[in-house]
């Protein structure tokens, strides 16, 4: 279909689905930022853990109110739980812990952001997407640019294994769950998911949180409001939003987003620290943005 062809309809979709991308993407960069807070008062499970019994408080009203579905079949639930421990348990856990072991932000940036190379790969060899080779290539340049932008923060000498390995965790959890996710529960209702994957990972973190770091919170109105941004802003309407969009579109295209969230993470502490971005990150932030632009553009006849 041609420009001209273009009914009310599409552009409506295309700017629905604009403001879901630039949302999700300037929530889950400040995300970095509302973490590197909330753990300076709570060791990463116990964080967590308070995380969920927010998220469960604010979503259980939300769906008995609205009747939001549950999942209709054993095996729904089965993928709906699967999907949730890959995405917050295995993820969240493995991010958090890393930091907590002693790997900088920056690292932590570089090394998830091979996710959607990895994204790439997979939906190209098993879920049968193909990419032309101007998106391949702008998988490769967005990582390189991320690479460029936290290039200043790392330090190689702080990666430990057993901080590596949580990467590693972290990395393989959030790749797995947003292709389980696409795959296995396209159609079950996002509230009442996300309300039992809060549920089945405040679980499984609650008894690490005890017994690892014994629970201890210095309770602090600035851990109060990371939860409340993470909680809604980001495992609940990011969450939703990042679903909404891979129902929508290609798995590797709405992933390559993923580049920019260290955009905003650079300009937030800008404006909140006054921390300059060097050279470096000025010309990872061009780099980025011409490589998420050839990976999410598609050429039109």
């Known amino acids: 279909m041609s420009r001209r062809g273009y009914s009310t309809q599409d552009r409506t979709r295309g700017w629905f689905e604009t403001t879901l991308a630039w949302y999700f993407v300037s929530v889950w960069g400040s995300g970095f930022l509302a973490t590197k807070i909330g753990l300076h008062y709570a060791a990463p499970f116990t964080f967590l853990t308070l995380r969920f019994i927010f998220g469960i ?5 939300v769906v008995l109110w609205t009747r ?3 999942p209709a079949t054993g095996r729904d639930w089965l993928h709906v739980i699967i999907a949730g421990l890959l995405m917050h348990a295995l993820h969240l856990g493995g991010s958090h812990y890393s930091q907590y072991l002693g790997i900088s932000a920056g690292i932590v940036a570089v090394l998830l952001s091979v996710q959607p190379v990895l994204t790439a790969l997979i939906a190209s060899r098993w879920m049968g997407e193909r990419l032309a080779p101007r998106q391949w290539a702008g998988v490769m340049l967005g990582f390189a640019g991320v690479v460029l932008i936290v290039w200043h ?3 190689v000498s702080e990666i430990t294994a057993g901080g590596l390995t949580a990467v590693i965790v ?3 959890g959030v790749t797995a769950g ?8 396209p159609r079950v209702d996002l509230r009442s998911a996300a309300l039992v994957q ?6 499984v973190l609650a008894p690490l949180a005890w017994g690892i770091e014994g629970f201890a919170v210095t309770w602090a ?8 941004f993470l909680v809604i802003g980001a495992s609940i309407l990011a969450v939703n939003a990042l679903h909404t969009l891979m129902r929508r579109g290609a798995a590797t295209r709405v992933t390559s987003l993923l580049y920019l969230t260290p955009i905003f993470a650079v300009a937030l502490e800008y404006l909140m620290f006054d921390i300059v971005p ?3 990150s000025m010309a990872g932030i061009a780099v980025t943005c011409a490589g998420v632009a050839m990976v999410t553009t598609s050429r039109r006849d």
Do not use: D
């Open 170 to 172: 972290s990395l393989a």
């Open 153 to 155: 923060k790392t330090a």
């Open 57 to 61: 408080a604010c979503l259980l009203p």
């Open 68 to 70: 939001a579905p549950l």
């Open 178 to 185: 947003t292709l389980y996710t696409r795959a296995f529960c």
């Open 278 to 280: 060097g050279t470096l």
């Open 198 to 203: 809060f549920a089945v990972t405040g679980a």
């Open 221 to 228: 109105w600035p851990m109060l409001a990371a939860i409340v």
